[in-house]
């Protein structure tokens, strides 16, 4: 799956993006709004892992969606 597919479907993918992320709360995944950078982002400072992780996790994350 793309990130287009993920951002045109946002509000079905919430619930999926937290199950992979519990520690994400509502709010924090309604500000994301689609924003692959602002979920990246807001990853970053909730588990304090590096740019190229976060990164890879949600490349992965996004492989194994459907």
Known sequence: MNWDTIKGNWKQMTG???QEWGELTD???ARMKGDREELEG???EKYGKSKDEVHR???DWMNRVN
């Open 16 to 18: 999926k993006i937290r």
């Open 27 to 29: 709010d924090e995944v």
């Open 42 to 44: 807001i990853l970053q």
């Open 57 to 59: 996790q949600v490349d």
